[in-house]
């Protein structure tokens, strides 16, 4: 393919996926959904007008960095620490159980061989990819019905931050374990060191970044110097630990997200993200989605997968909401709002497709999973306050 041929790819790939993203906002769902769906249009299983090439694979790299560096630029540790150990609990219920789901899921479907065997990490990956919460929607759908900053609003908001958290440091062990030659003992060091460092050199870049930000206030060399950041800890964290690359730029941003320029730094990486990285990133998981092998049996399990998803977030984070003392309601609120699935849903199945452990065929099943979570949570949402309008005058103090 001659160089200059990119140029062509580029220009269809961020048309077509402003375009889906537009279909997709107006019917009401995520507009990363309608990008997919512009992959898989362009690719080789439908229109063919696009092929995914080793540039745009590289550059959808870049782009998955920069919305993990995001993610974790708008991680609010005050809000974490002010909700404490409630939130945490429901977090790690909403990561435990669908965990459990997804692995029973994937057993019942394609079997599953002895711990540490290719099969049962290949389960136990399903789960992990079940893991992810994405609240954007239930964010939006509490601020319109001016529920947001209720107890039941702060609670949902800080237990998805955490549940990413601990998502993510699920899917390192798990990526970990994936090489035959590395020992789960090894993996857990490597995970605890990788940690230290971050504290450690994490802090002293937070004091840096803090000085930098106090004389060039608003100047656009903190951003450079927090992308130059974002790349570092992703390097370091693959190369010298073994762990996802995407961790590490996740990390970088949580670094930064209590100096005063967290907030214009995510502006400006918002930037190259909407106009090129994201698109390109989102596209290509179309365009890797394999749906000439689209079967009755992939279907049901796209099926199962859906409705495995949606339940264990509602059992989990239900129950444990629950056994903290919220009343049914809202505990049922909480299990509803903690459902969606979005972008950190799809960078781990992206992940899992880079290093074997997901066939490009499923991809189909976290394209659906997130739609229909998209959906159905403000619908339901919405219902459950008009029935039970209760969780308001939240202390956080007291949380």
């Known amino acids: 393919m001659e160089a200059y041929e990119i140029f ?3 220009a269809i790939i961020i048309v077509a996926a402003k375009i889906m993203g537009l279909v997709a906002k107006t019917l009401r769902a995520p507009q990363v959904a309608g990008e997919i769906i512009a992959g898989l249009l362009l690719g080789p ?4 007008l696009v092929n995914n090439s080793d540039f745009l694979s590289q550059m959808a790299s870049i782009g998955v960095l920069i919305l ?27 990561v435990f159980i669908p965990l459990i789901g997804g692995y029973f899921l994937n057993t019942a479907f ?11 990490i290949k389960s136990v990956f399903i789960g992990v990819i079940l893991t992810a919460t994405s609240v954007s929607i239930t964010v939006e759908t509490l601020r319109e019905m001016g529920r947001l900053k209720g107890k039941i609003g702060t609670t949902i908001l800080s237990a998805a931050i955490m549940d990413d958290v601990i998502g993510i440091i699920v899917l390192t062990f798990v990526v970990g374990m994936k090489n ?28 840096l970044f803090k000085l930098l930000d106090i004389r060039y206030e ?24 073994g762990i996802a690359d995407i961790t590490g730029a996740y990390v970088a941003g949580v670094v930064l997200c ?16 909407y106009m090129i990285f994201g698109p390109i990133f989102f596209v290509s998981i179309g365009l890797k989605t394999d749906i000439s092998g689209f079967t009755k049996d992939i279907l049901l399990f796209c099926v199962c997968f859906v409705v495995v998803g949606l339940l264990t977030k509602i059992v989990g984070c239900g129950l444990m909401a629950r056994l903290c003392r919220f009343r049914s309601a809202d505990a049922l609120k909480i299990g509803v709002g903690m459902m969606t699935r979005g972008e950190v849903a799809l960078i781990v199945a992206q992940k899992g497709l880079g290093v074997g452990l ?28 008009s029935k039970h309008p209760t969780g308001e005058g939240y202390d956080l103090s007291k949380a």
Not at 68 to 73: Q, W
Not at 374 to 382: A, E, F, G, R, Y
């Open 8 to 10: 062509k790819d580029l």
């Open 45 to 48: 299983s439908v229109l063919g």
């Open 68 to 94: 993990m560096f995001m993610a974790g630029l708008e991680t609010d540790i005050k809000d974490l620490l002010k909700t404490g150990p409630k939130a945490l609990l429901i977090a790690l219920c909403g």
């Open 110 to 120: 394609y079997g599953s061989g002895a711990p540490g065997s290719e099969a049962f």
């Open 180 to 207: 035959p030659e590395t020992k789960p003992i090894s993996v857990v060091i490597n995970t605890l060191l990788f940690f230290v460092f971050c504290g450690v050199v994490g802090f002293l870049c937070y004091k």
């Open 218 to 241: 608003h100047h656009r060399r903190i951003p450079i110097l927090g992308l130059v950041l974002c790349f570092a800890f992703a390097y370091i964290a693959e190369h010298f630990f």
């Open 258 to 273: 209590s100096i005063r320029d967290a907030e214009y730094i995510a502006r400006k990486m918002d930037i190259s993200s």
């Open 358 to 385: 997901m066939e490009s065929k499923f991809f189909m099943a976290v394209i659906l999973l997130i739609i229909v979570s998209s959906v159905m949570t403000p619908v339901i949402m919405k219902i459950l306050y």
